[in-house]
């Protein structure tokens, strides 16, 4: 049984996956086979309209599947907005008609979510290997100017032609990349969460993730020129992140600290030359933060951390507070986000000195397995150059102050355990501040 196969035994949604050379032409197969006796409606843009969504219209109808009037989305600027998906839904409401997504993080998401509002299943034709949400449960979409993510059902079915994705507009598979190297340090976090008994690893998805990884993440330059087997192989990464979301019902096997300067840029809607930044982008630059973290816990003596004086200057709940209060002034939606995710991740004094005890007994094997897990960040910083990412916050519009502004609200954003949270109960932040931006450092302020 490969890898694909055993995948969907464990995936609570999804249930076929088609992913190759010339795969557009089994959608019709694969919808007779889910959706036996049911009609199809193609949801497109009109960008995907053009390169895949058309030859999938016709493929239907000549297969003699009943096919409705497709929904193109016209706006040139569409994102995932709750306005478009009303638009979608007032549409589907009107038909029991099963929805075919034709495109990639957008409009998946858009009919992900609409979808499960209405209670009704669908498929989709990824047209770009560009992050790994298509696969997995809940739709991420801008609610009253936040992002948010709302929880829905992933596809019943997924359909994803290398020979497609890999003519996708530039950066898509750039930002795919971006997302599925940042994969290699959320290992090595929750590699720490584990040792802590915060977030105990699960073999199954864990092993979903990065076994092969490495091999899919070797290839930036192929990836760069379009080589249509180096983007199915990084499509299918993505996809199997998505699985082990799906399986373990939590984002923790494909996400670590690198996501959370992500989502934290997704609160403020980070813009760059009037547009959004694609996720992937800022996974990118996160997951250079993450290492430089990880990296630095790597040269610390950890066995020597005085654990006992580390939890006499650990803050009550109370302080921490406090603190909160007066880092998050003037920006209120992430400050009661901060109180909410802080108070859930908070362990009092004795239990930092635990975590830390913790760490310190597995550190020697836990040490050797980080390392060999991570790249270093020199190597990290040259793969997304060569894969066409950004590598400097700059690239995405984003200073180095306002990094450094991110990183020092950081550790407050996300109840997920991190190498952050490691580098906070020994007392080292301020530490790694000066690495990060001090002279000399990865980006001196
Ligand atoms: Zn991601």
């Not at 008994?197 to 979903?208: C, H, V």
């Not at 989502?263 to 996160?286: A, T």
């Amino acid at each position: 049984m490969d890898k694909i196969e055993q995948a969907l035994l464990r995936t609570t949604d999804t249930k076929r996956l088609l992913l190759g050379s010339g795969v557009l032409e089994k959608v019709p197969a694969m919808f007779a086979d889910l959706f036996a006796g049911q009609t199809a409606l193609v949801v497109a843009d009109a960008h995907t309209w053009r390169i895949a969504g058309e030859r999938i219209d016709t493929l239907l109808r000549a297969a003699g599947i009943p096919v409705e009037t497709p929904f193109i989305f016209t706006d040139p600027d569409l994102y995932a907005e709750w306005g478009y998906l009303e638009e979608l839904e007032v549409r589907l409401r009107d038909t029991p008609a099963i929805p075919v997504a034709v495109g990639s993080g957008v409009i998946n998401d858009l009919t992900k979510l609409a979808s499960g509002h209405l209670g009704r299943k669908y498929m989709v034709v990824g047209t770009a290997a560009s992050m790994d949400g298509y696969t997995a449960y809940g739709a991420s979409i801008t609610f009253e100017g936040n992002k948010q993510t709302f929880s829905c059902p992933a596809p019943y079915g997924m359909v994803l032609d290398g020979n497609i994705a890999a003519k996708a507009p530039a950066g898509m598979s750039a930002s795919g990349y971006a997302d599925l190297i940042a994969k290699v340090p959320a290992a090595a976090d929750w590699m720490l969460a584990d040792a802590v008994a915060a977030e105990k690893i699960d073999s199954f998805s864990y092993a979903l993730v990065q076994d092969g990884l490495k091999e899919t993440l070797a290839a930036p330059d192929r990836i760069a020129a379009g080589d249509s087997a180096a983007t199915a192989k990084l499509a299918e990464g993505l996809i199997m992140s998505g699985f082990a979301m799906q399986a373990l019902q939590s984002s923790r096997p494909a996400s670590g600290l690198e996501h959370q300067f992500s989502h934290y840029w997704d609160m403020d809607n980070l813009c760059y030359r009037g547009k959004h930044v694609s996720h992937g982008f800022k996974v990118g630059i996160g997951t250079l933060v993450s290492t430089a973290c990880l990296e630095f816990l790597l040269e610390t003596d950890l066995p020597a951390i005085d654990a006992q004086a580390c939890a006499a200057a650990w803050p009550t709940l109370p302080q921490l507070e406090t603190r909160i209060r007066a880092l998050f002034a003037g920006k209120s939606g992430h400050l009661s986000r901060a109180l909410v995710e802080t108070r859930d991740k908070y362990v009092d004094a004795e239990g930092v000195f635990r975590q830390i005890r913790d760490l310190q007994a597995a550190w020697p094997g836990l040490k050797a397995r980080i390392r060999a897990q991570l790249y270093p960040f020199d190597e990290l910083k040259e793969k997304l150059r060569a894969v066409g990412a950004p590598y400097e916050p700059e690239m995405i519009g984003v200073s180095r102050e306002r990094l450094r502004d991110t990183f020092r609200r950081i550790p407050y954003m996300r109840s997920r355990f991190t190498c952050i949270d490691v580098l906070q109960r020994c007392g080292l932040l301020e530490e790694m501040e000066h690495r990060l931006f001090g002279p000399g450092g990865h980006w001196e302020v």
